[in-house]
């Protein structure tokens, strides 16, 4: 059983930055794919980005060179560096486990989830 705890939400100017964390616990959780995830009210949940257990990490299209995920084992935190924040970043952001080799960006194939974190960026 892995437990997701998100944090560092809030609200920002476009172009503004803000850092995500995803408190990981559980058995093995080092070994987990870790995701973040997004969604918007009344739209389907969106794959952000994703890393692997040895670093690997995979970007949507939208967010690459803006947004950067990594990952510390040894303190079980997810991150999620958000910069050149745009309107249209707002959403509540998610992070989700699966104990396999990562899917692919835009797959919610995941078993754990967190329960969100609201980014808010206005213009």
């Known amino acids: 059983q892995v437990q997701l705890v998100e944090s560092g939400g809030g609200s920002v100017e476009a172009g503004g930055s803000l850092k995500l964390s995803c408190a990981v616990s559980?058995?093995?959780?080092?070994?987990?794919?870790l995701a973040w995830f997004r969604q918007v009210p009344g739209k389907e949940r969106e794959g952000v980005a994703n890393?692997?257990?040895?670093?690997?990490?995979r970007y949507e299209e939208s967010v690459q060179g803006r947004f950067v995920i990594s990952r510390d084992n040894a303190k079980n935190t997810l991150y999620l560096q958000m910069n050149n924040l745009r309107p249209a970043d707002t959403a509540t952001y998610y992070c989700?486990?699966?104990?396999?080799?990562?899917?692919?960006?835009?797959?919610?194939?995941?078993?754990?989830w967190g329960q969100g974190t609201q980014v808010t960026v206005s213009s």
């Open positions: 890393i692997e257990r040895i670093g690997i990490a």
């Open positions: 559980g058995d093995s959780s080092s070994s987990y794919c």
């Open positions: 989700a486990a699966v104990e396999v080799w990562c899917p692919s960006v835009r797959s919610s194939s995941y078993k754990y």
